[in-house]
């Protein structure tokens, strides 16, 4: 599985991005599909996941401004990213994970700044 992601780029606090995360190659092992982000001088942390079976879980420092969904036939994950704040700022990654194999794409910065 390759993933590819996509959307990032600079945006005023409050504004809004989406960020997107496509696969190629059979992820018919995959059963998570998540967001990771990592900012300047910080861990690499969890923002979002999603299980095939649609559960979603939350950084709570998001919770309520992002939005983590899927669509299966183009095997693509999103990232709907409102109300942006400057700490938000950091490179986004995507991560799927499966049968003890895990996957990640190359990141795509997201620069929240006034």
């Known amino acids: 599985v390759q993933l590819q992601a996509s959307g990032g780029g600079s945006v005023q606090p409050g504004g809004s991005l989406r960020l997107s995360c496509a696969a190629s190659?059979?992820?018919?092992?995959?059963?998570?599909r998540g967001w990771y982000r990592q900012a300047p001088g910080k861990e690499r942390e969890l923002v979002a996941a999603?299980?095939?079976?649609?559960?979603?879980n939350y950084a709570d420092s998001v919770k309520g401004r992002f939005t983590i969904s899927r669509d299966i036939r183009k095997n693509t994950v999103y990232l709907q990213m409102n109300s942006l704040k400057p700490e938000d700022t950091a490179v986004y990654y995507c991560?799927?994970?499966?049968?003890?194999?895990?996957?990640w794409g190359k990141g795509t910065l997201v620069t929240v700044s006034s």
């Open positions: 999603i299980t095939n079976g649609g559960s979603t």
């Open positions: 991560r799927w994970t499966g049968w003890g194999m895990e996957y």
């Open positions: 190659g059979s992820s018919f092992s995959i059963n998570v």
